[in-house]
C-alpha cells in the first residue's frame, strides 16, 4: 500500500481546485492530526536500532542511506535518491587514560575529532592546568614542551544553545592553541552538561601550520577529579594517553534527497532538512534521527492530504558532524535550483519553544499566519532572526534565502548531544509530536503560498 | 594539633563529672553543630581523589587502607590499625560486545563480578531473549547450548531500595541458571534505574557444579536496543562478546578499626561501619567512602565533646562488594570481643528519612528519646525492624546484636550504584550534613547510656 501514495496523491490533485487543496491544507486541522504522529518516532526508533551510530564516511553511514533510502520510497516521497560525495575521514581507535603520579587512577576521556594520535605504548607527562582557554593562550609559544594542556571550565544548560556558542571553542580551536604551545597533547572537560563518565566529543581544528596533537575530552566528573588532583598534589600530577584514532583518506558519503511534488513546479521550492550521519558513540537519536523523523512527519502529513502548491524537499544531509560535508555538496549540486526558503530541524526532539523568521516584506502577513496558527502549541514569537540550521546555512548563504526556525527547548540538549548517552530513550514521544505539529503547520502554510519570497539583496 | 586529640579528650575527661559530660553531649546542641558538618565531605573527597576505585585485593584497595589510617591518625582516633586478611580475587579484563547481525553495532556492558571469560578473541552466537528469570529458568536443562541467554526487565525506582532486593536476583543468580541451562554466555540488562550507556556490575555466583560462563550486565540503553532488535528481526540476532576478566588467586585485603575509648570500659561497645572498598568502574563516593565519613565525622563530633560513656568503634570493613569477606573477618576476630549495638552507613548521601530499631525491652525509653531527637531532622521511625548495613549483619547474627538503622533516601541510589557514574558530584553537602547530624544523635544519645542492650535469646 505505501508504495501507492505517490500516484494516488498526484492523481487525487487532478480533482480539487486549489481552494479545495487549500482547505485540505487547513494548519489547524492538520496541526491536531500531527499531535497523534506516530512516524516521527518511528523513523527515530528505526534508524538508531536497526543502523546505530554512523559515523560520516563509515560503513555505518552507507547502511543509514540505504535505510533511508528504502524508508522515504516506502512512505510513498517522490526522486527518492543518493547523492554521493567524497570526503577525509577520521575514526576513532583506542582511547585510554590514567594519572600515574600522585594518585593514579584511570580516567574517562574520548578523542575529539581530527585529534592526532598517541604512540601505540601511549605518552606519559605532566599535566599543566589552565582554567580558561584565554589563560593557556597566553602562555608564550614553545613554552608546553613535553606537557598535557589541560583546560577545564564549566558549562551553563541553556534553553537556546547559546553557552554552546560561548564554550564551545576550548573544544573547537583550543587544541590548536595548545600544539602552537608545543604541548604534547590536549584534555579539555567535555563541553556539556551532564554528571556522567560520558565524555563529549566532536570535531577540532588545527591549522595547516601545526601537526595535530593528541587532544581528548574527559568526562566532567573526571575533569572535576583531575582538577581537584591538580590544586592538592604536591608534585606535578602526570598522566599516560593511549589515543590512536586515524584519517583513513577520502571516503565515501552522500545526501538523501526525497520530494514532495508541488503543483506549480515554477514556484522556488521550499527546502527542509536533517542530517543522517551521527557521531559514533550514541546512536544519534536526538541528534539527529529526531530532526529527520519530525521533517519526514511532517512532510508525509502535508502529502496525505494532497499536493501542496510549492515543490517540499526533504534533505538528510551526509556527513555533518565531521565538517559539514554534506551541506557543502548540496549547495555545489543545487547552486541552480531555485529554493523559496529554508528550514532544519537538528536540536533534539523536545518542544519547540519560540519561532523566529528571516522573511522579504512582502512575506510579513504569512508570518503573522504562522504566529497565530502557532500560538495554541505554545510557541513564542519574540527572538532574533532566523540563520537556518547547520546543513542549511551553505545554500541559504550562497542563494540568499529567506527562513523560519522552530527553535526547540535545548536546555537538556548538551546532556546527550555528541555523548554515548544519545540514545532513543531519550526521546520523550509527546514532545516529540509537538514538534511534528508546529512543522506540520509551517510547512501547510509556506508550501501552499506563493508569496514572493525572495531576500532583499545583501549591501 | 591533630594527633594532640585524644591524650587531651582524655585529660579533660579527668575534669568532667559524668553529669558535666552528659551535658557535653547534649544530642540536640551535636545535632546542631553537626549540620555544620565539613568533615564527612572531606573525607568522601580525599579517598575518591587521592585513591579513586578501590577493588577488593587490589593494590588500590591496599592503598586504600593507608590513606584510612593516615586520616583516622590525623583525626585523633585511638587503636588505629589494619586488620588483615586473604580472599580470592576476581579482576576486569577487556570488555567489548557488538551485534553482529542483522542490526551490526556496538553494545555497552561490564562483567559481573565472578563472570567466565570468553576466549580472548571472543564468542560469537545467537541471542536468546528471556522476558523474566522465570522465563529462563523455565527452559529445560541443556536446552540453551550454543547460545547467549539475554534476560531483560525493568526494575523500578523505590525510596527504601526494596526494588533492588526483587529485581536483583536477574544478577545473583542468573548466570548460573542459564551456565545450567547450558547457555554460551549470559547478558542481562543492568540493574539498576538510569538511562545512561554506563552499566551496573556487582557480583554474581555460580554453584560449584557449574563451570562459570561469561556473564555481563548490558547499560539499559542498549538493553532495550538489544531487545528491540530481537522483536524486529527476520531472523535470530547474533551477538559477539569479548570478556576477559580473571581470578587471580588469594589477595591481602584488610580492615580498618579505630576507636574512641569509653569512660567504662567494662560497657559493651559501639560498632559503627562503613565499607572501604568500592567496585572498579567508579570512584566508591556513595558506595561507600560517604557512609566512612558520615559515620567517622559523627565519631569525631562525639569525640572532640568529651570522652562518652562507652568505647565506640569504627569499622571500615575491606572487600565487601566482592563478598562479604572483612565482616566475616572481623566477625572472626572479634566473636570474643563485647558489642552492644551496631550501625552501618552504606546507602549513599541522600538524606536519612526514617530510623529503624532492633532493641531489648529495656532500651525502649531510649527508642522514644532517639525517634524525639530526630524529628527535627524530619526523620520518621514507622518502619520495620532494624537489621543492619551488609557489614555488620554478620557479628550481628553471630552475637545477637541490637541494631539502629538509619534508611537513607535510595531514590536515586540505583542510578549510580556500581556504576562508572558512582563519583565525588554526586554528593549533595547539605544532605550529607543531615546524615552526620542524625548519626551524631543517635551516638550521642547511645553511647552515654548505660542500658543493657543486650537482645532476648532467639528461639
Redesign the interface.
Known sequence: MKTLITPLAGATALFFSSAALADNHDPAKLQNEALQDSLAFEIT?GL??????RLGGTE?EA?ARDWAVRKLNSLGFDNVRIEPFNMPTWVRGTETAEVTSP????L?LTALGNSGSTPPEGLEAEVRFFPTLAALAAVPDGSLKGKIAFVSHQMMRSQDGSSYGAFGPVRFIGPNIAARKGASAMVIRSVGTA????PHTGNTNFSDRVTPIPAAALS??DA??LR??VE?ADEPVKMKLVLTPQNIGEQESGNVIAEVPGRDPSLPMILIACHLDSWDL??GAFDDAAGCGITTAAAKKIMEHGQPLRTIRLFWAGAEEVGLWGARAYTEAHGETRHAIAMESDFGADKVWRVEFNLPEAAQPLREKIVEALAPLGIGSLGPPASGGPDVRSIISAQNLAAIDLQQDGTRYFDLHH???D????IDPEQMRQNVAAWTTVLSIIANSDVDFTMPAKE
Open positions: 526508533e538508531t536500532t536497526e543502523v546505530g551510530p555505518a547502511r594518585f593514579p587512577q584511570k574517562k554528571y556522567r563518565r560520558n566532567i566528573p572535576e577529579n581537584r588532583m592538592r550514541g546512536t555523548t554515548p548517552d540514545t532513543l530513550d531519550k
